[in-house]
């Protein structure tokens, strides 16, 4: 069965270093997502990809946030600097479209710790 | 935008007892709204999901209702199992194209 491959799977740096994750969505999916899950609360929208363009971004904070998907296919999620706040689960999502109805397949996440 | 407010946050219940987890949305052009199931250290994965057009969706012991002029909808899980034990969350999906928003979950724990 398919999934969603993310990495790394946990991440310890120190506040002002630069952290980057990686996903590789499901293939044939159009849409991709990352998500911030801080330690129990639901997951929050950072961006929202339709093939290699951005759809939504409005909750990335983008004076230290950035993310790509240049092909079409993998993306990239980079922190630079990071904060003791930005410690959360980063999980990564994939869908065929963005259309309603689609289902989210998630990644495992990527579990960053910010001492 | 849309917001997803669920309840409760935690609850625990006798193997065999029901259990009701309830979300409220915002935007009335909300259209599929899905609930989503996350063990300890595991990635979310989908349960069951209702669109606008239906009221009420079975699983064999886990349904879902949704009352549109109210902006509610619920995650019913009867005849429970400890493997039932997760976090629950519900998701709605605004304007076509928009992402789902979650709510902040519910803790089920099942006590044998």
């Known amino acids: 069965e398919a999934e969603v491959a993310q990495s790394p799977r946990y991440k310890i740096t120190e506040k002002s270093q630069a952290v980057a994750f990686w996903c590789d969505p499901i293939?044939?999916?159009?849409?991709l997502y990352w998500y911030r899950q801080i330690l129990g609360q639901g997951p929050e929208l950072l961006v929202q990809?339709?093939?290699?363009?951005?759809?939504?971004d409005s909750q990335l904070p983008k004076d230290r946030f950035s993310a790509e998907r240049l092909k079409g296919v993998d993306s990239t999620l980079k922190i630079q600097p990071a904060e003791l706040g930005d410690s959360a689960m980063y999980l990564c999502a994939s869908s065929l479209s963005r259309d309603r109805g689609r289902e989210l397949f998630f990644g495992e996440g990527s579990r960053l710790t910010v001492l | 935008g849309e917001n997803v407010e669920q309840h409760p946050s935690t609850l625990s219940v006798q193997e065999g007892d029901s259990a009701v987890i309830k979300c409220t949305y915002s935007?009335?052009?909300?259209?599929?709204f899905p609930w989503y199931k996350q063990e300890l250290g595991k990635r979310p994965q989908l349960i069951i999901d209702?669109?606008?057009?239906?009221g009420e969706k079975k699983d064999q012991r886990i349904a879902v209702t949704l009352n549109k002029t109210a902006k509610h909808f619920s995650l019913h899980i009867t005849e429970t199992q400890p493997e039932d034990s997760a976090v629950y969350f519900c998701?709605?999906?605004?304007?076509?194209?928009?992402?789902?928003?979650f709510g902040k979950g519910t803790t089920l724990s099942v006590s044998s």
């Open positions: 209702i669109r606008s057009n239906v």
């Open positions: 990809f339709q093939d290699e363009s951005v759809v939504d």
């Open positions: 293939s044939g999916h159009a849409t």
């Open positions: 935007d009335s052009a909300s259209n599929y």
């Open positions: 998701a709605a999906k605004g304007q076509a194209g928009t992402a789902l928003i």
